[in-house]
């Protein structure tokens, strides 16, 4: 397969793409595979829309399967994607979480291995048409992998092709004047960048740390998990209402009082089921995995002006939990996601930071504020075309003084020049 070539006239976001003379587009995962292949490195390829691994040694294609399984990104049970390295393998594996043995397991990231056709103890093969994430192959495809692989490998597994998609040209209107020091508005589909403002320089992003903190908690342990809260969790936070210390609660349930309030004392407590450094050592491995070159944690909740990344970088993000980890922009709205049995809170009266909560159109993201840098935000809205084709577009603002008014301004800014046409409202 050939691979997907940016037109001439099209570029990707530099200090040098400046103007908007062309069209510009964000990098995303799928990009990086011709990076690997110029440099001439070996690697692994998952291709999830082609179902397809393939093994890349010397500029060739050495090996391709057929990828029998992998997980459910509508629900908790998405594949991980992004840049990875083989980690270990092992002719046979168990997997603590399904119960089952996998054979020629290769272990690359967090919960996540392909592996050959899973069976129980009793020799029963494991059949299902989803996996809980990891990559299922025939046992032959699997073995030959296994043997031609190497750790420390890189392992790039792509959730979408870029498609480089094409608005129409309209003569547009001027960007509206907001409060915010830097935005980034664009299309988390394909890239494209609508208006941009300091997006490359980092900045402090307060509770948005939150999402990350939430991404990889829910990539490296079992959600039915549980913990029992202690009073040393919450002595320094301690505002969410029923989070209290001698209750228990499983990891999935604290995602809600976690990502509709930003509850600080929720972050404290989902960072000791890996412990806090190691917590913040995986949310900073991650990022780098999901092309956030220029994002650093220091702690799992943005408690202070530590943790810092820019507009480009929280696109990733955001695009990376719109295709993989839904159910947390999903809660993020205040929707209850069903999954290992029901929630400890009253997620009715859980105050939802999330301003468009009740906007149709608003798919899930989150708020932030620190007082000495001000407000964020990584929303992402529903757009439809003039064909009727839906659009995911995210709005980031960090630095902002009015985020809500930023944001209203941005959206009909987007709607009126690329989607219908000009307001008659004042």
Same mark, same amino acid.
């Given at each position: 397969m $050939?691979l997907?070539?940016?037109?001439?006239?099209?570029?990707f976001l =530099?200090e040098?793409?400046?103007?908007f003379? $062309?069209?510009?587009?964000?990098?995303?995962v *799928?990009?990086?595979k !011709?990076?690997?292949? *110029?440099?001439?490195k070996?690697?692994?390829e998952?291709n999830?829309p082609?179902m397809a691994v393939r093994?890349?040694?010397?500029?060739k294609?050495?090996?391709?399967?057929?990828i029998?399984?992998v997980g459910d990104?509508?629900n908790?049970?998405?594949?991980a994607v992004?840049l990875?390295?083989i980690?270990?393998?092992?002719k046979?594996s168990f997997s603590?979480?399904?119960?089952?043995?996998?054979?020629y %397991?290769?272990?690359?990231?967090g919960k996540?291995?392909?592996h050959g056709?899973?069976y129980?103890p009793?020799g029963e093969?494991?059949? *299902?048409?989803?996996?809980g994430?990891?990559?299922?192959?025939? +046992?032959?495809?699997a073995?030959?992998?296994?043997?031609?692989?190497?750790v420390n490998?890189?392992?790039l597994?792509?959730d979408?092709? *870029?498609?480089y998609?094409?608005?129409i040209?309209k003569?547009?209107s001027?960007?509206?004047?907001? !409060?915010?020091e830097?935005?980034?508005?664009?299309d988390?589909?394909?890239?494209?960048?609508?208006s941009k403002?300091?997006?490359e320089?980092?900045k402090?992003?307060?509770s948005l740390s939150?999402?990350?903190?939430?991404?990889?908690i829910?990539?490296?342990?079992?959600?039915?998990? !549980?913990?029992l809260?202690?009073s040393?969790?919450l002595?320094p936070?301690g505002?969410?209402?029923?989070l209290?210390p001698?209750?228990?609660?499983r990891?999935v349930e604290?995602?809600?009082p976690?990502?509709?309030?930003s !509850?600080d004392?929720?972050a $404290?407590?989902?960072?000791?089921?890996?412990g806090?450094?190691k917590?913040v050592?995986?949310?900073?491995?991650?990022a780098?995995?999901?092309?956030?070159?220029?994002?650093?944690?220091?702690?799992?909740?943005?408690?202070?002006?530590g943790n810092?990344?820019?507009g480009?970088?929280?696109?990733?993000m955001?695009?990376?939990?719109?295709? +993989?980890r839904s159910?947390?922009?999903k809660i993020?709205?205040?929707e209850e996601?069903?999954s290992f049995?029901g929630?400890?809170f009253?997620?009715? +009266?859980?105050?939802?930071?999330?301003?468009?909560t009740?906007?149709p159109?608003?798919?899930?993201?989150k708020?932030?504020?620190?007082?000495?840098?001000g407000h964020?935000?990584v929303?992402?809205?529903?757009?439809s =075309?003039e064909?009727?084709?839906?659009?995911?577009? %995210?709005?980031?603002l960090l630095?902002?003084k009015e985020?809500?008014?930023d944001?209203?301004k941005i959206?009909?800014?987007?709607?009126?020049?690329?989607?219908?046409?000009p307001?008659?409202e004042e």
């Open positions: $050939e997907p070539q940016v037109p001439e006239e099209y570029s =530099s040098s793409a400046e103007g003379d $062309e069209p510009v587009y964000l990098r995303t *799928s990009d990086v !011709s990076d690997l292949i *110029s440099e001439g070996d690697f692994l998952i999830l082609e093994l890349y040694k010397e500029n294609t050495i090996k391709e399967a057929r029998l399984a990104a509508q908790w049970g998405g594949s992004g990875y390295s980690i270990s393998g092992a046979l603590i979480v399904s119960k089952v043995y996998m054979p %397991a290769i272990h690359y990231y996540y291995y392909i056709e899973p129980y009793s093969k494991l059949i *299902s048409s989803t996996s994430g990891c990559i299922r192959l025939q +046992n032959k495809d073995k030959d992998i296994y043997e031609l692989s190497e490998m890189p392992v597994v792509v979408k092709e *870029s498609s998609y094409q608005y040209n003569e547009l001027d960007f509206p004047e907001i !409060s915010a830097s935005h980034l508005v664009a988390l589909d394909s890239g494209f960048v609508f403002e300091s997006s320089e980092k402090p992003i307060a939150q999402l990350m903190a939430a991404l990889v829910a990539e490296n342990i079992d959600l039915r998990k !549980s913990i809260v202690e040393e969790m002595r936070y505002s969410t209402q029923g209290d001698g209750k228990t609660f990891i604290l995602f809600y976690l990502l509709i309030e !509850s004392d929720a $404290e407590v989902l960072s000791r089921f890996l806090r450094d917590t050592e995986k949310m900073n491995e991650k780098k995995a999901i092309l956030m070159a220029d994002t650093e944690f220091v702690d799992p909740l943005g408690s202070g002006l810092v990344s820019t480009q970088d929280l696109f990733q955001a695009r990376y939990l719109l295709n +993989n159910p947390i922009l993020s709205k205040g996601v069903g049995g929630v400890g009253d997620i009715e +009266n859980l105050w939802n930071k999330n301003i468009f009740d906007d159109s608003f798919v899930g993201g708020t932030a504020y620190l007082s000495q840098s964020n935000a929303f992402i809205f529903k757009f =075309s064909n009727e084709e839906s659009r995911n577009i %995210a709005i980031i630095g902002s985020v809500k008014e944001t209203r959206y009909k800014w987007v709607m009126d020049n690329y989607f219908t046409g307001s008659t």
